[in-house]
T-cell receptor, first 115, second 113 residues
Framework: GAGVSQSPSNKVTEKGKDVELRCDPI?????LYWYRQSLGQGLEFLIY????????KSGLPSDRFSAERTGGSVSTLTIQRTQQEDSAVYLC?????????????FGPGTRLTVT | GNSVTQMEGPVTLSEEAFLTINCTYT??????LFWYVQYPGEGLQLLLK???ADDKGSNKGFEATYRKETTSFHLEKGSVQVSDSAVYFC????????????WGAGTKLIIKP
């Protein structure tokens, strides 16, 4: 079946502009994650959605970052007033969260460059 | 806190050499352990996993054993190929209520023909 898809694959934006990144998880997966992969800093957790529960936003680096998940499926990560330090690859992952497994499937990522 | 430590790269080997990439972890509770691989220009892929102590995960000739006594999950392969060149990430999950993956820094593997 189809895997996790993300769009756009690349985004170049000017400092101060807002951007929206989209994630389509695997159909039926209840959990959705956003991570950020920065050069020299590895991967960091941003936000987690599980079903209809309130999202876990504990990893968001500032209030310029927000995310929503509509209908328990598609998710959008929004970065307002982008800064150069926001440049990174933004990864989305989804999972069933079967007990004892927690296996996550990743999309190809969106490479964001803030100029 | 919960963390994962991997050996620093890059690791450069000749084809058919034996590979070990060390991974140790610190975690409360009983995490699941994973190795993910990122081939050049591609997204992260799950390579193998283990969900409890003494489990061995294996895939594509790679294997790793969940060692609770040494809190380790070292990745091994008996004979590497040029196509194994990639970045390898060790990760754990299941120790936070949100089941987020906690990542090592990644180890770049370069295989020379």
């Amino acid at each position: 079946g189809a895997g996790v898809s993300q769009s756009p694959s690349n985004k170049v934006t000017e400092k101060g502009k807002d951007v929206e990144l989209r994630c389509d998880p695997i159909s039926g997966h209840t959990a959705l994650y956003w991570y950020r992969q920065s050069l020299g800093q590895g991967l960091e957790f941003l936000i987690y959605f599980q079903g209809n529960s309130a999202p876990d936003k504990s990893g968001l680096p500032s209030d310029r970052f927000s995310a929503e998940r509509t209908g328990g499926s598609v998710s959008t990560l929004t970065i307002q007033r982008t800064q150069q330090e926001d440049s990174a690859v933004y990864l989305c992952a989804s999972s069933w969260e079967l007990a004892g497994s927690y296996e996550q499937y990743f999309g190809p990522g969106t490479r964001l460059t803030v100029t | 806190g919960n963390s994962v430590t991997q050996m620093e790269g890059p690791v450069t080997l000749s084809e058919e050499a034996f590979l070990t990439i060390n991974c140790t972890y610190t975690a409360t509770g009983y995490p699941s352990l994973f190795w993910y691989v990122q081939y050049p220009g591609e997204g992260l892929q799950l390579l193998l996993k283990a969900t409890k102590a003494d489990d061995k995960g294996s895939n594509k000739g790679f294997e790793a054993t969940y060692r609770k006594e040494t809190t380790s999950f070292h990745l091994e392969k008996g004979s590497v190929q040029v196509s194994d060149s990639a970045v390898y990430f060790c990760a754990l999950s299941g120790v936070d209520s949100n089941y987020q993956l906690i990542w090592g820094a990644g180890t770049k593997l370069i295989i020379k023909p």
